[in-house]
Structures are given as structure tokens and as C-alpha cells.
């Protein structure tokens, strides 16, 4: 087997097989550079329930996967399919994807209805917060430092500062018409309130957090949140109004998630993806981070840390999904649509 190659076991339909996954991101004879290739072995008997009528079928999974899909012809002897992707993520989206289309195409009576079927799979964009100013980005890189002088934190675990954001809803867009549809609400009903916002203050970060303190010693996620004012209290009032109308219009099933404000600045998810790329032995992707150095000198508003102020530019409607031309170390997330708050 190539060296760039990597075996494990997945179920499809309910049956185990062998999935080849390549990591590397130099797939210079075919020339996908950068883009990850995974191999999932479906059985060729399958293969026309990816296929579907004039090809429609492998279409729609390319499109609301945003990947490509290669599928041998059906008189072939090979029982794989091939995925490129941009990330460990998306292939990982696009693979369960095949999954659920061979399950529901060999069980039709187990399909569920559309809209529960979707809330299901996973999000593919977000309404954030950018708040990757330049100033902000400086502030971080120098934070992240001193963070590393504190223990041993990889700067795979850091968010990139280009990226730094504040999420305030996750969405699921499978396709084109979706797409119209929530650039038109934001448009018609979210624009109006974004424009009656009351943006000249600015959001101070001043501490930072972590979703479980009584682990901050294997902590996941670390993030900053917010110091408490009229601006943060005016913000969720907009968040709440935001999530009632995505419910309202169908584009969300539940609004009844209170938003908390959180600027993720470590995860471990981000070292997983790195180590994917490196090929890296899986079972180590998921170990969490000690907390507790981090925690003890920012966490309690201590004065060692610089407030970050943070002034509310837009609401930016991003997706998940980098295309060929976008580079996740030095953009944000693809833009699809945006709210530009007053000036």
C-alpha cells in the first residue's frame, strides 16, 4: 500500500468494510494539490444508487458536500469509491453522506421525512461575528505567545487569528435554493435590525473561559467572553430576534438555545485536523489540553491581560466548506452573504 495511505474499518448500510484514507495533500498526479483523497470501499452493486438518474444523484452529494466524487462504471470490478475535499471535515460530511444515500436507497421505508432527515446531518455554513481586525489579529498573535511560554501548547491548537469569530448560528444550506432563500430573510427581515443596532460602542474581551470549569485540567475548547454591558446585553437581544426569524422561516428547527458569547481561541479539534494531515496515529487526535496555566493567569479578569476591544463590523453568512481557491491559513471563512452594522 502507498505510504500516504491509511486503513480503518467503516460501516455502510449496516455492513463493516475497509476505508483507504490518503492524508497527503500532494496529489501531484492528478492534480489535486491540496486536496485530500479518501477511498471508501461501498461494493460496486451500490454504485448506482450514487449515480442515480443522469448522474443526479452523485451530483447532489457533490454539491452539498463540496467535494468530488468518483465513481467507477458499474461494469467495473472495483468496489470503491473516491472523495476530494478540501478537509478532513468536509470528507468526513461527504462520507456520511454516501452512507445515508445507500442506506436510504436499499431501505426506502426507513426514509425520513426531509426536514428531519436534514436536522440531522451536520451544519454546513454559520451567521458569525467576524472579529478579525487587524488590530485584533496582532493582539492575538501575541497573546498565543505568551500562552506558549505557559506549558506545552501547539500552535496547531490555536484559532488562526484571520479566522477569530464569534458564532451566533449554525446552518444547514443543502442547496442553491436554500441559499436564495436565507441571503432574501437576511436582506428583508435581519437587515432592518442589524441597521437599528446601536454599534458605536465596542465589545471589550476580557477574560478567558471554558465550557466546563471543573475540567479545566482536560479541557477542549478555551475561548474569551465578553465583559458584561449594555452592548453585550443589546447583542443577545439581536441574536434572539435573529434565530426567531430563521425559525419562523424554516431555516432553523430550535431557537430555543440561549446564545452565549464565546471567541474560541484553542480547540483540540484543530490539532485532530493537522494531525490528519501529518498522518498522525488517530487514537491521539482527541486528548484534551491542561487548562489550568491558562486559566489561573486570564481567566478571573486578571489585570496580566490587555482588554481586546472589538468593534461590530457585519454579520457575515460563511460556510464550512473552503473551496480550491481559498486558503483556510490566511482567509476567512468563504463569504456567501453579508450585514454591515451602522457606522
Do not use: W
Amino acid at each position: 500500500m502507498n505510504s500516504n495511505m491509511q486503513t480503518r474499518v467503516v460501516s455502510v448500510s449496516g455492513k463493516r468494510f475497509r476505508q483507504v484514507v490518503d492524508t497527503s495533500q500532494d496529489n501531484s498526479n492528478d492534480n489535486k494539490t491540496n486536496t485530500l483523497e479518501r477511498r471508501i470501499v461501498v461494493g460496486n452493486a451500490n454504485f448506482r444508487y450514487l449515480i442515480g438518474a443522469q448522474g443526479s444523484t452523485r451530483k447532489r452529494i457533490e454539491n452539498e458536500s463540496s467535494v468530488e466524487l468518483i465513481i467507477p462504471d458499474r461494469n467495473s470490478t472495483s468496489n470503491e469509491v473516491t472523495i476530494y475535499g478540501a478537509t478532513e471535515e468536509i470528507l468526513d460530511n461527504a462520507e456520511q453522506n454516501i452512507q445515508n444515500t445507500i442506506a436510504q436507497a436499499q431501505h426506502p421505508q426507513s426514509k425520513q421525512p426531509s426536514n428531519q432527515a436534514s436536522t440531522q446531518q451536520r451544519p454546513t455554513h454559520f451567521l458569525s461575528l467576524p472579529l478579525n481586525t487587524i488590530e485584533v489579529q496582532d493582539q492575538l498573535k501575541q497573546l498565543y505567545s505568551d500562552i506558549q511560554k505557559l506549558g506545552t501548547y501547539e500552535t496547531s491548537l490555536f484559532m488562526k487569528p484571520v479566522r477569530f469569530h464569534v458564532t451566533l448560528c449554525m446552518l444547514r444550506i443543502p442547496d442553491s435554493n436554500t441559499k436564495r432563500k436565507i441571503i432574501q430573510v437576511m436582506n428583508d427581515r435581519i437587515a432592518p435590525l442589524v441597521q437599528a443596532f446601536d454599534a458605536t460602542d465596542f465589545l471589550t474581551l476580557n477574560r478567558i473561559e471554558t465550557f466546563a470549569k471543573a475540567k479545566i485540567h482536560q479541557a477542549s475548547v478555551l475561548y474569551f467572553a465578553a465583559k458584561e454591558s449594555d452592548s453585550l446585553t443589546k447583542l443577545h437581544d439581536l441574536v434572539k430576534q435573529l434565530k426567531d426569524i430563521l425559525l419562523e422561516e424554516g431555516l432553523i428547527t430550535d431557537a430555543s438555545e440561549e446564545f452565549k458569547f464565546h471567541a474560541t481561541i484553542i480547540n483540540t479539534k484543530y490539532r485532530a485536523q493537522a494531525e490528519s494531515k501529518l498522518k498522525k496515529n488517530s487514537h491521539m487526535r482527541s486528548r484534551p489540553v491542561d487548562g489550568t496555566p491558562v486559566f489561573n493567569k486570564y481567566g478571573t479578569l486578571c489585570e496580566d491581560m490587555a482588554a481586546i476591544k472589538i468593534p461590530l463590523r457585519t454579520i457575515e453568512l460563511s460556510s464550512l466548506s473552503f473551496g480550491k481557491n481559498h486558503d483556510p491559513e490566511t482567509q476567512f471563512y468563504p463569504c456567501e452573504h453579508k450585514i454591515d452594522f451602522p457606522k
